[in-house]
């Protein structure tokens, strides 16, 4: 079998360190936003493995003037 890559820009979720390459803002500042906002729809819970909805966090970005 071959395993099917989706490119990072496709993905409906990002892990921390994929948000971290993709957005360039510092896994810890990533892991902080997590933690600040628990309840965001940018968020998902994997256990206890963050996840990035890509685009709803790419919503939240672009209303934030600040990080």
Known sequence: MKDIVIPVWERYALTVTEAAEYYHIG???????????????????????????????ERFLDQATAI
């Open 27 to 57: 896994e810890t500042k990533l892991r902080r936003l997590a933690e600040e906002h628990p309840d965001a729809d940018f968020i998902i819970m994997n256990g206890n493995r963050v996840l990035f909805k890509r685009i709803k966090f």
